[in-house]
């Protein structure tokens, strides 16, 4: 089952809302037992996962085009530049 960008929109929120809990409360890394919890660890996990969500959402096609500059010279070349296209 494919997530849509709302998915995906509200993945990524709740994502963001557990890093800025874990970066406004630091805890100590702790282990008792077999039992550990490692704050950096947690941290780049959350962080990673954030990265993947962004790279999918900006993978989803966009059906609006919008354009900062039209220019086609006499020789045809196309010099046209669209927003959020890579450089």
Known sequence: MA???TDLNTQ????QAA???ALASPTANWSV???RFDQQGY???LTEMQDALIKQL???PCEAIDTVQNYV???GHDATEYLGEPV
């Open 12 to 15: 990524l929120t709740a994502i």
């Open 43 to 45: 941290l780049k996990y």
């Open 3 to 5: 997530l849509t960008e």
């Open 19 to 21: 890093i800025n809990t």
């Open 73 to 75: 010279d006499p020789m």
């Open 58 to 60: 900006r993978s989803i």
């Open 33 to 35: 037992g077999q039992v």
